[in-house]
């Protein structure tokens, strides 16, 4: 089964309102990196995540490794905020890999 | 100005050929990685190198193989292409190959026919 799962897959959203993106993990991880790709393709780090939370600008993400999830909250959604967005984790294993969620595909409409 | 670089950002190949996929990062990391996203699939880890050593592997296939001449580059050199190796490929790179903030290239698009 997949060893992280992001939810929803899919999101659409009006400008302005805010929402939640989840990710679940079945590994141990012991850091979390979230990414937007944006229609373009290229993948923007946004977040880097110990145990804790972050906040930037409308962006707010917290990483909860005692229950193994992480989220991402987006406040008053803008219309460039489309795109996918990918929470990978990083295990306890140190050779750098990161595995990665299937990724939410964020669609925020006027 | 970008701070890693991938070349080329398209590439068509026929099946059976050999191509090279550059990367190199001007952020002065010492871990460089390669992943690769296929359509309806997660990114995927293939390779992690610090300070040139080959740390991890996880491409059950010896047609991927990194080559790395400094540092700051880390190759990817392909042979014998086959149709599902059509994705992007993206390099990474970070100060530590452990667990540290990994920064993405903008990636290649390759198809092969």
């Known amino acids: 089964g997949d060893q992280v799962k992001q939810s929803p897959s899919a999101l659409s959203l009006q400008e302005g309102t805010n929402s939640a993106l989840r990710c679940n993990f079945s590994?141990?991880?012991?850091?979390v990196q979230w990414f937007l790709q944006n229609p373009r393709g290229s993948l923007m780090n946004l977040f880097y995540?110990?145990?804790g939370t972050k906040e930037n600008g409308r962006l707010k993400s917290t990483f909860n490794s005692k229950e193994s999830y992480s989220t991402l909250h987006i406040r008053d959604a803008q219309l460039e905020d489309s795109g996918t967005y990918f929470c990978?984790?990083?295990?306890?294993?140190?050779?750098?890999?990161?595995?990665f969620g299937h990724g939410t595909i964020l669609r925020v409409h006027p | 100005d970008p701070k890693i670089i991938q070349k080329p950002k398209y590439l068509v190949a026929v099946t059976g050929s050999e191509k090279i996929l550059i990367c190199e990062q001007y952020?002065?990391?010492?871990?460089m990685y390669w992943y690769r996203q296929s359509a309806k699939k997660p990114l995927e880890f293939m390779f992690s190198?610090?300070?040139?050593?080959?740390?991890d592997n996880q491409t059950a296939s010896s047609r991927f193989q990194p080559q790395s001449s400094k540092k700051n580059h880390l190759d990817l050199q392909i042979t014998a292409l086959k149709p599902d190796d059509s994705a992007t490929y993206f390099c990474?790179?970070?100060?530590?190959?452990?667990?540290?903030?990994?920064?993405f290239g903008p990636g290649t698009r390759l198809l092969v026919l």
């Open positions: 990474a790179s970070s100060r530590l190959g452990n667990q540290d903030t990994q920064y």
């Open positions: 590994i141990a991880t012991t850091t």
């Open positions: 995540l110990v145990p």
């Open positions: 990978a984790a990083h295990t306890g294993a140190n050779t750098g890999k990161l595995t």
């Open positions: 952020l002065g990391h010492n871990a």
């Open positions: 190198y610090s300070y040139q050593k080959l740390m």
